[in-house]
C-alpha cells in the first residue's frame, strides 16, 4: 500500500464549479500537507500548505486536513479554464520534513 | 531568477547507453532531490541529498547513481539505461531552515528504447 492515495481521475467541470480533490495517508507522524499544482510539460509548483490539522484559505483555494481520518482536501471554487493542471499532494514528517511523499495526481480539465 | 535548471530536456537512449543527467540550484538550498514521474504513478524520489556532502536513497533507487559535487549541483547517473527507466526526471531543492516548500526544475524527458 502507497503511503499517501490520490484518486487520478481525471475530474471534468464546467467553468464556475467547486472542485474538490482529495487525498489519504497512512502513516500518522505527516505533519506538513501540502499541494502542488503542474500544468502540462511542466514542474510541479506550491500551490499551498498546512501544517498539522485545521483549514487554510487563499483566494479560491481552501485546504483542509482532517489527521484522525488521514484525509486532506483541497477545494477550488469559482474553477476557471486557467486551474486545468495536475493536482498532487504531498506530505512530510516534521522531524524529517525535507522528505516529501507524493500522491500520484488528479488531472483536473475546467471547461469554458 | 533561474531557480533549478536541468539540462538536458530531452534525450533518447539506446538499451545499455549511460548518461548523466545535470540539475544545479541558484537558491542556496541545502537540499536537492531526483524524483521520477511516470503515469499513474506520481512523483517517486529516486535519491536525495539533505545537505552538501550527502546523499541516501529514495523510493525506488536502482539502477541510479547520484553526485552531489556542491551545495548548488546535484547530478543522477544511469550507468547501463533500461527501457525501465523511461520516465519525466524531476530535480528539485529546498531550503533547511525550517520547513519551505519544495521548487522543481523543468523536467528531463528520457526515452530509453
Known amino acids: 500500500q502507497k503511503e499517501v492515495e490520490q484518486d487520478p481521475g481525471p475530474l471534468s467541470v464546467p467553468e464556475g464549479a467547486i472542485v474538490s480533490l482529495n487525498c489519504t495517508y497512512s502513516?500518522?507522524?505527516?505533519?506538513?500537507f501540502m499541494w502542488y499544482r503542474q500544468y502540462s510539460r511542466k514542474g510541479p509548483e506550491l500551490l499551498m500548505y498546512?501544517?498539522?490539522?485545521g483549514n487554510k484559505e487563499d483566494g479560491r483555494f481552501t485546504a483542509q486536513v482532517d489527521k484522525s481520518s488521514k484525509y486532506i482536501s483541497l477545494f477550488i471554487r469559482d474553477s476557471q479554464p486557467s486551474d486545468s493542471a495536475t493536482y498532487l499532494c504531498?506530505?512530510?514528517?516534521?522531524?524529517?520534513?525535507?522528505?516529501?511523499?507524493f500522491g500520484s495526481g488528479t488531472k483536473l480539465n475546467v471547461k469554458p | 531568477n533561474a531557480g533549478v535548471t536541468q539540462t538536458p530536456k530531452f534525450q533518447v537512449l539506446k538499451t545499455g547507453q549511460s548518461m548523466t543527467l545535470q540539475c544545479a540550484q541558484d537558491?542556496?538550498?541545502?537540499?536537492m532531490y531526483w524524483y521520477r514521474q511516470d503515469p499513474g504513478m506520481g512523483l517517486r524520489l529516486i535519491y536525495y541529498?539533505?545537505?552538501?556532502?550527502?546523499?541516501d536513497k529514495g523510493e525506488v533507487p536502482n539502477g541510479y547513481n547520484v553526485s552531489r559535487l556542491n551545495k548548488r549541483e546535484f547530478s543522477l547517473r544511469l550507468e547501463s539505461a533500461a527501457p525501465s527507466q523511461t520516465s519525466v526526471y524531476f530535480c528539485?531543492?529546498?531550503?533547511?531552515?525550517?520547513?519551505?516548500?519544495?521548487?522543481f526544475g523543468q523536467g528531463t524527458r528520457l526515452t530509453v528504447v
Open positions: 528539485a531543492s529546498s531550503s533547511l531552515q525550517g520547513y519551505t516548500e519544495a521548487f
Open positions: 502513516n500518522s507522524a505527516f505533519q506538513y
Open positions: 498546512t501544517y498539522s490539522s
Open positions: 504531498a506530505m512530510s514528517e516534521v522531524y524529517n520534513f525535507n522528505k516529501f511523499y
Open positions: 537558491m542556496n538550498h541545502n537540499s
Open positions: 541529498s539533505a545537505s552538501e556532502g550527502t546523499t
